[in-house]
């Protein structure tokens, strides 16, 4: 029998860029443990098939699409989902986008903007909109991040990424130090080398595999499921006292 503490039933829980990758890998553990679940994603027929798979653990399902760096997107679809769901008791932001430039000196305004958009802009805009609702209803909630390890080891063509991952950091464990007082805590989960989109043409590049990999420790890389238990810890009442803090989920990755 699981401990009642990692019951979820009756919380509803939002994951931003849901529809794949760590982000459905942690909606489903979500889904699996009790609670309701609202995904977030850009692409319809991802968003439909998440939600098809979610429903299979019988809680109530919302697939929605938003692009988390619109901020009229992300204020309706918050809406939406309160209105659709009745409330959101963990948020967990997720959404992300790679960096495409070539090189640091080759890289464009517009690319560093475009990544801060999604990976910085985004997580600001949801939480704004998480926080607002878990201080008007009163009774705190969960706020979790999907950063990096980026943000700790130096990743060449990729500062704009590696930049906003570093900012989530330093975001969250100050809406977390202003908003405890409201119940509301804040977490980071920084992952290692997962299989997900934006990973694939890394892992298919038999170069990256050959060199990366004998670097795991645990000698594979990460599912989405792996994310699972952290994603269950933080949503429910056994991380009550939990706050400010980082979780390294990465195979022993950064050790070895």
């Not at 977030?40 to 991802?46: A, L, M, V």
């Not at 464009?108 to 201080?135: K, P």
Request: charged share 25%; proline share 3%; net charge neutral.
């Amino acid at each position: 029998m699981a401990h009642p503490a990692f019951d979820l039933t009756g919380k509803v829980a939002l994951v931003t860029g849901g529809n794949s990758g760590i982000g459905l890998g942690m909606a489903e553990g979500l889904a699996k443990a009790g609670a309701d679940v609202c995904t977030w994603g850009t692409n319809e027929s991802k968003n439909a098939e998440a939600a098809r798979r979610l429903g299979r653990h019988g809680r109530r399902v919302l697939a929605l699409r938003c692009d988390v760096g619109d901020e009229e997107q992300v204020e309706g679809a918050f809406a939406r989902t309160v209105e659709e769901l009745g409330r959101v008791d963990a948020c967990f932001a997720n959404a992300g986008v790679a960096s495409l430039a070539p090189s640091f000196l080759e890289m464009t305004t517009e690319e560093w903007r475009r990544v801060l958009r999604i990976n910085l802009d985004g997580v600001f805009f949801t939480f704004r909109a998480a926080v607002r609702h878990m201080v008007q209803r009163g009774g705190g909630g969960s706020l979790v991040v999907t950063s990096s390890l980026s943000a700790r080891e130096g990743q060449p063509r990729g500062q704009n990424y590696a930049a906003t991952k570093g900012g989530v950091l330093s975001m969250i464990k100050a809406i977390a130090v202003e908003y405890a007082r409201f119940g509301i805590r804040g977490n980071a989960i920084v992952p290692g080398w997962i299989e997900s989109p934006m990973t694939e043409p890394a892992f298919n590049w038999d170069r990256f595999r050959d060199k990366v990999l004998p670097r795991v420790p645990m000698r594979r890389w990460g599912k989405g499921s792996d994310l699972e238990g952290i994603a269950v810890y933080l949503a429910s009442d056994a991380s009550a006292y939990h706050t400010g803090d980082e979780f390294l989920i990465d195979g022993g990755y950064a050790i070895f």
